[in-house]
């Protein structure tokens, strides 16, 4: 029988209060107290940044928008959320809690942000307080962050193996982004904007752009090579010959994060070379299982696209010999992926332990976000790209590497920028499970 939303949630709490259990223990503290984060002003001004809830406290759970609340928890006691709803005629005050989760909190409602203080534990010294300084409180900061490490690696740590309620939040996150990826890419073909397509993706994802996890990347043409492309054009170009949207969408606090590539001309080698990525792509995918390391990936990633790059003629050396010099590097310069989760870059990708400790990168390899070895329950990004970026290979000739490059087919393929895909797959005790195909697949 399929499992309900409350009883995946009443299972996640209690990985939650388990591990939260386990954090003070380490760290020698009596409670856990966590802050959602507050309103943060522009300076000289009176308009405030987009806030983003503070991740230790979604946590825990699915409030995004309850700036100046609290959650408290004992070991042994029921956790308590100190809900500031403030009388306000200003803004729109958030609503009372409700859903499946309320029945496990002592909630207790605020009308300002300084109430809290009645409900905090009485000695803050004995506090593991995790969030930002601003959400300080009491005289001379007595109840500001300290973020001690021993609680903080260990939680970090802990938080890569995701609950069955997670990884149902990031599908049902995934269902959106399909559905906006989808949008954008009729737009595309009907000749839209970078901003329209944008704004196509926001609606078909009911998201607007601060709901999104991440800034969109919408890139036509030769902005497909600049990885983190949100300039968005308001004008369409007069030819739309190549589409790279990086883009996701959120769910309950959680993230997915997908990156398609299109071609206008499906019969172009820009549309065979993104079918080879693709194909390389799946068969990355296909790694992600208990025991994997991580950076494995990564290299067979170099590898692949490699291997890709001299069967297009842009490279004249074997995959081995332009990953060894650095070749391959020039066209797919960032990491594989990464964790994902409450975070689209998700903590502790490289924790050596939930006591702290790093795994290095591969050398030559700075950009990978992710180095641990794969377990059931983690969440990674599997995003292979090809790009055509001046600099990058530029340097390839200041290094003395630029007989190995077919540059009158670099001149060919530059017009269309780059291409890459991306899903997120979940590392099982079995076989993957690939949530963005399977959201694609879905509709």
Known sequence: ???????????????????????????????????SGTVHYQLFDDRDYPYAVNPQFKAWLPLTQAPGSWLVYTPGERPCLIFLQP???????????????VEYFDIVVIRSAEDAMTHLPKNAARCAILGEAQSALGQYGAYAPNNPAAVLDYLHYHRAYKTRYEI????????WGVRGHLAAERAFRAGASEFGIHLAYCQAARQDANDLPYNNIVCLNEHGAVLHYTDRDRRAPAESRSFL?????SHRGYACDITRTYAANPSSDFQAMIDAVDRAQLALCAQVRAGVDYKRIHLDAHLALAGILRDFDLIGLSPETAVETGVSSAFFPHGIGHGIGLQVHDVAGFAA?????????????????????????????????????DMLLEALKDKGLGPSVNWARVEQFKPYGGIRIEDDVVCTHAEPLNLTREGFAAV
């Open 1 to 35: 029988m399929t499992a309900t939303l409350a009883s995946l949630y009443a299972e996640h709490l209690d990985t939650v209060r388990a591990r939260a259990d386990a954090a003070l223990e380490r760290g020698g503290f009596a409670h856990l107290v966590v802050p």
């Open 87 to 101: 009388h306000d005629y200003w803004h729109v005050v958030p609503a009372a809690p409700s859903g499946e989760w």
């Open 168 to 175: 149902a939040m990031m599908r049902e996150a995934t269902r």
């Open 245 to 249: 949207i990086d883009a996701g969408a």
């Open 353 to 389: 332990s939930d006591a702290g400790g790093t795994i290095a990168k591969p050398d030559g390899h700075p950009y990978l976000r992710l180095t641990r070895t794969l377990e059931p329950g983690m969440v990674v990004t599997i995003e292979p790209g090809i790009y055509f970026i």
